[in-house]
């Protein structure tokens, strides 16, 4: 692909469910970050990873969320038990070269 | 601590007038500057950053940015608004040692035909 991809787009779940995010970075590409939009908080910073391992998890806002990454390449951003202050756009981006290039995002929206 | 001010919440200008948004910064030690744009319902889309080196820098869609270390500012310009380049704008920052971006609250940008 051209770029960064997420799935699914959309997830619309109920309140207590679990949810798994998709990233599909640029191959080749180590470092891996994930970020979170949402209205009152702006955009956020939750995990980093480079290749499989992730050494800054500051960003994730409580136990309930949770990621990893596989081969070097796929990551995914687990949420259990989500609230409904989980509503959010989850963006994940990698870095070539200096600059984090974003996917489109997951839109989650927790009835 | 990093974090980035972005004073205006909303920019309004006429098509073909210039377009400044601004943004300043705070970092411990020196900074990585990057601008971002959003379009309703898409993802961040890179412009522009700033490194090292000349402190005018040069992105897409005819985008540029001037670097001022005195006045901690990284102000985003293009000299001719077009009305496509109606979006949300993010400025972030990151220290030369850290890896992760801390953005800006946004400003929006209307241009009018």
């Known amino acids: 692909g051209a770029g960064v991809s997420q799935s699914p787009s959309n997830k619309v779940t109920e309140k207590g469910k679990d949810v798994e995010l998709r990233c599909d970075p640029i191959s080749g590409h180590t470092a891996l970050y994930w970020y979170r939009q949402s209205l009152g908080q702006g955009l956020e910073f939750l995990i980093y990873?480079?290749?499989?391992?992730?050494?800054?998890k500051s960003g994730l806002p409580s136990d309930r969320f949770s990621a990893e990454r596989t081969g070097g390449s796929v990551s995914t951003l687990t949420i259990q038990r989500t609230q409904q202050e989980d509503s959010a756009v989850y963006l994940c981006?990698?870095?070539?070269?200096?600059?984090?290039?974003f996917g489109p995002g997951t839109r989650l929206t927790v009835l | 601590a990093q974090s980035v001010a972005q004073p205006e919440d909303q920019v309004n200008v006429a098509e073909g007038n210039p377009l400044t948004v601004k943004c300043t910064y705070s970092v411990s030690g020196n900074p990585y500057l990057f601008w971002y744009v959003q379009y309703p319902n898409r993802g961040l889309q890179f412009l522009l950053k700033y490194i090292t080196g000349d402190n005018l820098v040069k992105g897409s869609y005819g985008f540029e940015a001037e670097f001022n270390k005195s006045q901690t500012s990284f102000h985003l310009k293009k000299p001719s608004a077009l009305v496509s380049d109606s979006a949300l704008y993010f400025c972030a920052v990151r220290d030369i040692y850290d890896y992760k971006l801390s953005f800006g609250a946004g400003t929006t940008v209307t241009v009018r035909a």
């Open positions: 981006a990698d870095e070539p070269y200096n600059e984090q290039f």
């Open positions: 990873f480079q290749g499989n391992s992730a050494p800054d």
